[in-house]
């Protein structure tokens, strides 16, 4: 898939070595560039002079913790995006994360995959206007004119189709999962509004539409994890 896209390099603040490793490797792994550090201290020593065009970030942490470190960042007026990783019963520090100027978070355990996705999808939002076009093999997608062809076929999609596809193209064939289409294309953030449904019935319209009259399927269902756009099965 082709997106002008430059390498990410993430600085790592995670206190648990084992995770900040299995972090640094993943991330590796895909071609991007890490910096692990284990406080926030370590952090702030690390940060002048450096950019990074991530920071993934642990909440509890010995010496100073996570938000003070994210807050005193923002008061500096650096915005790098940050994705903060909170326990599962940390849905007050999340909001407190969120409040401080996170631009996402993750609730730990957490899957791989979907902390790349976050990653990216933060970028994004923060610095990924600049992109126009998305060529998936002979899928094309012009995001100022908000078209779509196919092997030259030009496809007509519905505003929330649109919107989809290009979720799914900016993944670049990472799996996206349910959950994730109902904050970021439906803008839901409830989790007791239940969207797959719905989802489900605009993912088969766009399969219909962008697919089925061709022979390489590339809109995929990856059973109980969600969908990825990608030409390789
Ligand atoms: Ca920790």
Same mark, same amino acid.
């Given at each position: 898939?082709?997106?002008? @896209?430059?390498?990410?390099?993430?600085?790592?603040?995670?206190?648990?070595?084992?995770?900040?490793?299995?972090?640094?490797?993943?991330? %590796?792994?895909?071609?991007?560039?890490?910096?692990?550090?284990?406080?926030?201290?370590?952090?702030?020593?690390?940060?002048?002079?450096?950019?990074? $065009?991530?920071?993934?970030?642990?909440?509890?942490?010995?010496?100073?913790?996570?938000?003070?470190?994210?807050?005193?960042?923002?008061?500096?007026? $650096?915005? &790098?995006?940050?994705?903060?990783?909170?326990?599962?019963?940390?849905?007050?520090?999340? !909001? #407190?994360?969120?409040?401080?100027?996170?631009?996402?978070?993750?609730?730990?355990?957490?899957?791989?995959?979907?902390?790349?996705?976050?990653?990216?999808?933060?970028?994004?939002?923060?610095?990924?206007?600049?992109?126009? @076009?998305?060529?998936?093999? #002979?899928?094309?997608?012009?995001?100022?004119?908000?078209? !779509?062809?196919? %092997?030259? $076929?030009?496809?007509?999609?519905?505003?929330?189709?649109? $919107?989809?596809?290009?979720?799914?193209? @900016?993944?670049?064939?990472?799996?996206?999962?349910?959950?994730?289409?109902?904050?970021?294309?439906?803008?839901?953030?409830?989790?007791? &509004?239940?969207?797959?449904?719905?989802?489900?019935?605009?993912?088969?319209?766009?399969?219909?539409?962008?697919?089925?009259?061709? #022979?390489?399927?590339?809109? @995929?269902?990856?059973?109980? !994890?969600?969908?990825?756009?990608?030409?390789?099965?």
């Amino acid at each position: 898939m082709k997106i002008k @896209q430059q390498t990410m390099r993430i600085l790592v603040v995670e206190d648990d070595l084992k995770v900040a490793a299995s972090i640094e490797k993943g991330l %590796n792994e895909a071609g991007w560039s890490v910096l692990p550090v284990h406080s926030a201290e370590a952090a702030e020593a690390a940060m002048p002079g450096q950019s990074f $065009d991530g920071i993934v970030l642990d909440l509890g942490l010995p010496g100073k913790d996570g938000i003070t470190f994210l807050k005193e960042l923002r008061e500096r007026g $650096d915005v &790098t995006p940050v994705l903060i990783l909170t326990a599962r019963d940390g849905i007050e520090n999340r !909001v #407190d994360g969120l409040d401080a100027g996170a631009d996402d978070y993750l609730v730990k355990p957490f899957a791989f995959a979907e902390l790349m996705a976050r990653l990216r999808a933060v970028e994004r939002r923060t610095k990924g206007r600049d992109v126009t @076009q998305i060529t998936l093999r #002979d899928l094309d997608i012009d995001l100022i004119g908000r078209t !779509v062809t196919r %092997n030259g $076929d030009e496809i007509e999609l519905t505003q929330r189709e649109f $919107d989809l596809l290009v979720y799914l193209a @900016q993944a670049r064939g990472e799996v996206v999962s349910r959950e994730m289409l109902t904050r970021d294309v439906w803008k839901i953030s409830s989790r007791a &509004t239940p969207m797959d449904n719905i989802i489900d019935v605009h993912i088969s319209h766009l399969r219909d539409k962008i697919d089925k009259p061709y #022979d390489t399927r590339l809109l @995929q269902t990856i059973r109980g !994890v969600g969908f990825a756009l990608r030409d390789t099965p």
